[in-house]
């Protein structure tokens, strides 16, 4: 059974490019998650969908951060202008439903701004 | 507002002793409680989960957990730690009235031979 997986695993950009990070959810997930987890911290919070409307954008942290998610599958978050603090792993989690349910994570995309 | 609370940054134990890692949350009504375990590399795996019923929670790797309510605790334990338990350890707290579970700051486990 697939789980939640993530392309690229590694992400090396030079500041100021733009960047495109994909998750593929666990099919049936209706609720996916995007987190940051920079290097020795906890998980921050970026934005969630419902199916693919994004309810709450409220932890991107710029306006340089947008994600889409489109047939209720596949997300991607895209950091435009990148900046040498968008350095981070970027997790994705989907969940059957939200708030109440289990997450269910993929193994990350560490993006390195030089 | 949800919010969890996880006091230790590191916690370092000796190979075969037991653990105990704490969690409070702040909920005013019945939360649903998650333990993830990240191995270095790694996405979040999850260990155990409280909704309802009994309190003691069983987990996989032979995790268990302890729902308190009026401590507004739940704690993680193991009797018996093994190298392969090394690990960040989250603890999260979910509701019906929010859709985005709150993640602790996590717990870095180190174990020594």
């Known amino acids: 059974g697939a789980g939640v997986s993530q392309s690229p695993s590694n992400k090396v950009t030079e500041k100021g490019k733009d960047v495109e990070l994909r998750c593929d959810p666990i099919?049936?997930?209706?609720?996916l998650y995007w987190y940051r987890q920079s290097l020795g911290q906890g998980l921050e919070f970026l934005i969630y969908?419902?199916?693919?409307?994004?309810?709450?954008k409220s932890g991107l942290p710029s306006d340089r951060f947008s994600a889409e998610r489109t047939g209720g599958s596949v997300s991607t978050l895209t950091i435009q202008r990148t900046q040498q603090e968008d350095s981070a792993v970027y997790l994705c989690a989907s969940s059957l439903y939200t708030g109440t349910d289990t997450q269910y994570f993929g193994p990350g995309t560490r993006l390195t701004v030089l | 507002a949800q919010s969890v609370t996880q006091p230790d940054i590191h916690i370092t134990v000796s190979e075969g002793a037991s653990l105990e890692l704490r969690c409070n949350y702040s909920?005013?009504?019945?939360?649903?409680l998650f333990w993830y375990v990240q191995s270095p590399g790694q996405g979040l795996q999850l260990l155990l989960k409280?909704?309802?019923?009994?309190?003691q929670v069983q987990g996989i790797k032979g995790f268990e957990a302890e729902f308190k309510r009026s401590q507004s605790s739940f704690n993680l334990r193991k009797p018996s730690v093994h190298w392969s338990d090394a690990a960040e350890y989250f603890c999260?707290?979910?509701?019906?009235?929010?859709?985005?579970?709150?993640f602790g700051r996590g717990t870095s486990l180190i174990v020594h031979p």
């Open positions: 909920y005013g009504a019945t939360p649903y």
């Open positions: 099919s049936g997930h209706t609720a």
């Open positions: 409280y909704f309802s019923g009994d309190t």
């Open positions: 969908f419902q199916g693919n409307s994004a309810p709450d």
């Open positions: 999260a707290v979910g509701s019906g009235g929010s859709y985005i579970p709150t």
